[in-house]
């Protein structure tokens, strides 16, 4: 989740805990790279992932509309405007509106289709010199 929003460079925040989502228990792991923290989610939900490779590791990471999806999912936050503009979200303008509305509405949860639209619109809303139309490629 929140190491996803990192990787994608949506927050400027290095992330000490690699939180993830599991279909199986979930679980918390110390090691020497880092924390690991499992959270289960259910089977139907546990998609939108894509393989990377950096040097000779290679890890499945959600893409960036899913790890913001997956993070109001677990967090269960009913934000407001405030709540974003505390993420200080970046480099937004990878983030595919499209796929964002699409896979809100997968997750078949009101609130998580509500918190994709107040996404897109404070995205859209916020001064930026990337923004330039609309992106749903």
Do not use: C
């Not at 407001?80 to 979200?89: A, D, I, N, T, V």
């Amino acid at each position: 989740m929140e190491k996803a929003l990192e990787f994608h460079g949506l927050i400027p925040e290095a992330v000490p805990v690699f939180t993830s989502v599991t279909t199986k228990r979930p679980g918390r792991l110390g090691t020497k790279v880092g924390v690991f923290d499992y959270r289960h989610i259910k089977p139907e939900l546990f998609w939108g992932y894509e393989s990377v490779t950096t040097g000779k590791r290679t890890f499945f990471i959600a893409s960036a509309e899913k790890a913001l999806l997956d993070f109001f999912y677990f967090k269960g936050v009913h934000f407001k405007r405030g709540y974003l503009e505390e993420m200080r979200l970046q480099n937004t303008e990878g983030i595919n509106f499209n796929r964002l509305i699409e896979y809100a509405e997968k997750f078949h949860k009101p609130g998580i289709l509500r918190a994709a639209k107040k996404i897109k619109r404070f995205i859209e809303e916020s001064p930026s010199p990337f923004f330039k139309g609309e992106r749903g490629i």
